[in-house]
């Protein structure tokens, strides 16, 4: 069988490789470009929440009907998301006792997915937190979650968006209490 680039020099292979390739990068581009570009990126506010982050496109609010669950989302829900903050109020508040067993049960519960020495302890502004990479079915999350005054708040980004993930998570703050 003889091949349709048969007598072209390499370079002209090439080239025609690389248009293919460049034309198929520009049909991918507006699905990829939203999620993170730089130079877009602002704080949003959300007073409510008690919270400010800064990401490439404003976070998408959703509250769970029945409870006083909120969710921001950034991108598609689910797995596929490129940022996801859950903002929930447990019905009471948790003594540290507490706090260090249901620590170590989520450690047993997850030990399946959860990527080997990435559970660590983290603090904002004074409280403190988790950070932890869970691996699920070939895809990976970063998670931040916090206990402050009564909130429970957990971030999370796919590990792939790292820097800008981590700009997102870092990015994270708590608005001064009236």
Known sequence: MRSRFQGLSASIYMK???I???FFASLLWPALSPC???GQWKEYVYRRDGFAITTPSKPKFQQRVG???HWYI???AGEASHFTLTVSSPPRTFSKEEMESAKKYFQELVKDILVPDSFKEIS???YPGFQYELRFRQTSRIFRAYMISGRYFLLSVPSSSFPDGERI???FRLLAQK
Request: proline share 5%.
């Open 169 to 171: 998570l870092d990015s």
């Open 124 to 126: 904002l502004s004074g």
């Open 16 to 18: 025609i490789n690389l």
């Open 67 to 69: 409870s006083d669950d």
């Open 74 to 76: 950034i991108g598609p």
């Open 20 to 22: 293919i390739a460049l």
């Open 36 to 38: 993170f570009q730089s």
